[in-house]
């Protein structure tokens, strides 16, 4: 893909106006870009004098929304480990010992907490009782099917001064980059949300705001 279509993807993501396909309901939020002045020292694919790909470009301008705007994931959704350090020793066994089978749940849990943060007025653990905390331990718990591990990338940042020459300090960043069928995961956490739901538990408002989440906990998921 040209860096051009990338650009366009982003400018496109930025605007208010309506999504390209009607099928496409996630609205990215803005670009949320370091502050700080950095220069990408090395990467993964330099040495073989290829290109960051795509997904980092993304990913580093915008966060998991702007990749699935991407024609190959508009009917995935996609999910990103990072981890960041100065110690590529044990970045790398980090990256390495990677299980999408065990560690998949650690990336939907805080995903699924931030779908209900979103939507609260409040606090989660008060608009919705142990409603949320229920549903939160047993996404942690799940053993999800379907997922699979797409790509891995690292890259060397060097942060630098406002002269922009003098180096601050360096970063490695490591990512993992895991997609899921949409419809496939749907019906795997509308099933936990279904076993979860207790009103014995729960106030009559409690429950209330459970059931209105349940039904529309897709949009802008």
């Known amino acids: 893909m040209k860096r051009s279509l990338i650009i366009g993807i982003l400018f496109f993501a930025g605007c208010s106006g309506e999504p390209k396909e009607a099928q496409i309901s996630w609205t990215p939020p803005p670009p949320e870009r370091d502050t700080a002045l950095y220069r990408i020292a090395d990467h993964k694919s330099l040495s073989a004098g290829e290109d960051i790909p795509d997904w980092v470009l993304l990913y580093d301008n915008g966060g998991i929304g702007y990749i699935e705007?991407?024609?190959?994931?508009?009917?995935?959704?996609?999910?990103?480990?990072?981890?960041?350090?100065v110690n590529v020793s044990a970045l790398e066994q980090w990256q390495g010992a990677f299980s999408v089978s065990l560690d998949f749940a650690r990336l939907v849990a805080p995903r699924m907490q931030?779908?209900?943060t979103r939507e609260s007025a409040t606090f989660p653990e008060q608009e919705y009782g142990g409603f949320f905390e229920a549903?939160?331990?047993?996404?942690?718990?799940?053993?999800?099917?379907?997922?699979?591990?797409?790509?891995?990338?690292?890259?060397?940042?060097?942060?630098?001064?406002?002269?922009?020459?003098?180096?601050?300090?360096?970063?490695?960043?490591?990512?993992?980059?895991?997609?899921?069928?949409?419809?496939?995961?749907?019906r795997q956490i509308n099933a936990i949300l279904g076993n979860t739901v207790s009103a014995r538990f729960l106030t009559k408002q409690q429950t209330a705001a459970a059931e209105r989440i349940t039904k529309q906990f897709f949009e802008g998921f």
Do not use: C, H, M
Request: proline share 1%; aromatic share 18%.
């Open 135 to 186: 549903v939160i331990k047993a996404a942690y718990d799940a053993a999800y099917a379907g997922a699979v591990l797409e790509d891995t990338f690292w890259q060397k940042k060097q942060y630098v001064d406002e002269d922009g020459v003098t180096v601050d300090r360096e970063v490695y960043e490591f990512f993992i980059l895991v997609s899921i069928d949409k419809k496939n995961l749907q």
């Open 114 to 116: 931030d779908r209900f």
């Open 69 to 85: 705007y991407l024609p190959e994931y508009q009917d995935r959704y996609v999910f990103i480990a990072k981890n960041t350090g």
